[in-house]
C-alpha cells in the first residue's frame, strides 16, 4: 500500500464547475499537507500549505484537511480553462524533518 | 512565494558525455536542496537530497556515482549525469527547501525543471 493514495484521473469538467480532488495517506504521523499544480513540461508549483485539520482558503481555492480521517481535499469553485494541469498532493513530517511523500497526481482538464 | 531556477531548461547530449544541471534559490537561502526525476505522466520521484557544504543523501537505487550532487553555496546545487545514456533521459526537476521561521512555514519551492535527452 502506498503511503499517498491519488486517483490519476484524468478529469474532466465544464467550465464553471466545481473540482474536489483528493488524497489519503496511511501514516498518521503526516502533519504538513500540500497542493501543487503542475503545468505540462513545467515544475510544480505550490499552491496550498495547511498543519492543521479544517479548511483554508485562497481565492478560487480551498484546501480541506481531516487528520481524523487521514484525508485531504483541494476544492476549485468556478474552473477555468488555465486550471488543466496535473494537481499534485504532499505531505511531511515534523519535527523537522523535510522530505515530502507525493500522490501520484490528478490530471485536470476543464473545457470550455 | 520564493523563486527557484534551473538552467538549462532543456539539454540534448550523445551518449557517454556528462550534463551539468544548476537551480538557484533566487531570493532566500536554501539550507536543503532536492534532486526529483519524472517521467512522463508519473509523480515525482526523489533521487537525492543536497545539504550546503555536507554531502548529499541518495535514495535507494540512486546512483550516487552517476547522479554527482554539489551544493557549494547557499543557494545553489547542482547535479552531474555523469556518462549518460538514453535511459537517463527524463525530467529533472529540484526544489530548494525554505526553512521559514518555524516548522509550520518550513516550504519546498520547484524549479521549473531541465528535460534531458541522451542520443
Known amino acids: 500500500q502506498k503511503e499517498v493514495e491519488q486517483d490519476p484521473g484524468p478529469l474532466s469538467v465544464p467550465e464553471g464547475a466545481i473540482v474536489s480532488l483528493n488524497c489519503t495517506y496511511s501514516n498518521s504521523a503526516f502533519q504538513y499537507f500540500m497542493w501543487y499544480r503542475q503545468y505540462s513540461r513545467k515544475g510544480p508549483e505550490l499552491l496550498m500549505y495547511t498543519y492543521s485539520s479544517g479548511n483554508k482558503e485562497d481565492g478560487r481555492f480551498t484546501a480541506q484537511v481531516d487528520k481524523s480521517s487521514k484525508y485531504i481535499s483541494l476544492f476549485i469553485r468556478d474552473s477555468q480553462p488555465s486550471d488543466s494541469a496535473t494537481y499534485l498532493c504532499?505531505?511531511?513530517?515534523?519535527?523537522?524533518?523535510?522530505?515530502?511523500?507525493f500522490g501520484a497526481g490528478t490530471r485536470l482538464a476543464v473545457h470550455p | 512565494g520564493a523563486v527557484v531556477s534551473q538552467h538549462p531548461s532543456w539539454v540534448i547530449c550523445k551518449s557517454g558525455t556528462s550534463v551539468k544541471i544548476e537551480c538557484r534559490s533566487l531570493?532566500?537561502?536554501?539550507?536543503?536542496m532536492f534532486w526529483y526525476r519524472q517521467f512522463p505522466k508519473q509523480s515525482l520521484m526523489l533521487m537525492a537530497t543536497s545539504n550546503e557544504g555536507s554531502k548529499a543523501t541518495y535514495e535507494q537505487g540512486v546512483e550516487k556515482d552517476k547522479f554527482l550532487i554539489n551544493h557549494a553555496s547557499l543557494t545553489l546545487s547542482t547535479l552531474t549525469v555523469t556518462s549518460a545514456h538514453p535511459e537517463d533521459s527524463s525530467f529533472y526537476i529540484c526544489?530548494?527547501?525554505?526553512?521559514?521561521?518555524?516548522?509550520?512555514?518550513?516550504?519546498?519551492?520547484f524549479g521549473p525543471g531541465t528535460r534531458l535527452t541522451v542520443l
Open positions: 526544489s530548494a527547501r525554505d526553512p521559514g521561521t518555524s516548522d509550520d512555514t518550513d516550504t519546498q519551492y
Open positions: 504532499a505531505m511531511r513530517l515534523g519535527g523537522g524533518y523535510n522530505k515530502l511523500i
Open positions: 531570493d532566500f537561502q536554501a539550507t536543503t
